[in-house]
């Protein structure tokens, strides 16, 4: 049997067509699960060899249900991004029309990306999510509701008329998912690459959010995502999920993880893998002072320092 990967189902879903984008999905027998959360267990169960999850939206930020996973669960890691586009069909059953519908579902993510598009169209329209827009266009199959936005694709699937197309609020909306797998040995480095990491704070302080923030700043890290997420431990408790430029081999990225690690409570390495939104020539040179080359330079200045050699 070929490893499996497991990915947010049923069939159908963004999640899916965004997964076989990836060219090892050819040898992998690709496995739906009913829920994010089931599907990352598997891969911590070793059910599956990695999972593929929805993790941010350019419309609504980031996915809770996976951040917090990857915040609270057994640790997992990050090997690959993809970015897919996204628009919305409005699928129904054949024979179905706009005045028909009394009640559309999707994924509680797909809310934000045509909720102008429901209003100006569907004004009294009940709203009821489902575990993702595919399950329900399955629910629509099954007379549960009126219509599902979900993909165009899905509605030979479930036997469904696409009654609408290229629903969208945001133009060049776009959601962003991720292969995650079992803590391991990152990818060698591509020159175009993103770290993730959690940051829990020792105590709360005045200015401890700018403590952490000046780890990455001095060594001229450019912070690609920024998001806080309740720990659980009551109001006001909270941790930082951060996407960050370069890759944990670079020394920049390692020097400010090690300065991190001194200063925080807790610290949670979620990755380093390439970027989708990038190649190595995309990338601007480091700031000065902040490349490679420049902390060898340092250090060895350091070490002459103390043998006496200046």
């Known amino acids: 049997m070929p490893a499996s990967y497991a990915y947010l189902g049923p069939e159908g879903t ?16 690709l496995i739906p699960y009913v829920s994010v959360q089931s599907a990352l267990d598997a891969v911590r169960g070793g059910e599956a060899e990695a999972a593929f999850v929805p993790i941010e939206n350019s419309v609504e930020g980031g996915i809770t249900t996976t951040l917090d996973e990857l915040v609270a669960g057994e640790p997992l890691m990050i090997y690959r991004e993809v970015l897919l586009s996204i628009t919305f069909a409005l ?46 266009a399955r629910l629509v199959q099954e007379g549960r509701y009126d219509a599902a936005f979900a993909g165009e694709f899905a509605a030979a699937r479930y036997g469904l ?6 629903i969208h609020d945001a133009e060049n909306a776009q959601t962003r998912f991720v292969l995650v797998g079992r803590p391991a040995r990152p990818a060698a480095p591509t020159g175009a690459d993103k770290t993730s990491i959690v940051l829990w704070q020792r105590d709360d ?38 996407d960050a430029e370069g890759h944990i081999t670079d020394r920049r990225v390692a020097d400010a993880l090690m300065g991190l690690k001194r200063i925080c409570r807790d610290v949670r390495f979620l990755g380093s893998y390439p970027r989708a939104d990038a190649t190595a ?7 000065t002072g902040t490349s490679d080359s ?3 330079a340092a250090a060895d200045w350091v070490a002459r320092c103390q043998d006496g050699r200046f």
């Open 14 to 29: 963004f999640t899916e067509v965004a997964l076989r984008t990836l060219p090892e999905t050819a040898t992998r027998q």
């Open 91 to 136: 699928l129904v059953r054949p024979g179905t029309t706009l005045a028909d519908i009394k009640t559309v579902s999707a994924h509680p993510a797909a809310q934000p990306q045509v909720r102008n598009w429901l209003k100006a169209n569907l004004p009294e329209a009940v709203w009821e999510s489902a575990a993702s827009n595919a399950d329900a």
């Open 161 to 166: 008329a696409a009654l609408e197309t290229g």
């Open 205 to 242: 302080h005045p200015g401890g959010l700018r403590d952490l923030l000046g780890e990455f700043a001095t060594r001229g890290i450019n912070l690609m995502v920024l998001q806080s997420r309740p720990t659980g431990a009551g109001i006001g408790n909270y941790c930082f999920c951060i």
């Open 281 to 287: 020539a995309d990338v601007p040179a480091p700031l």
């Open 294 to 296: 420049a902390f060898t």
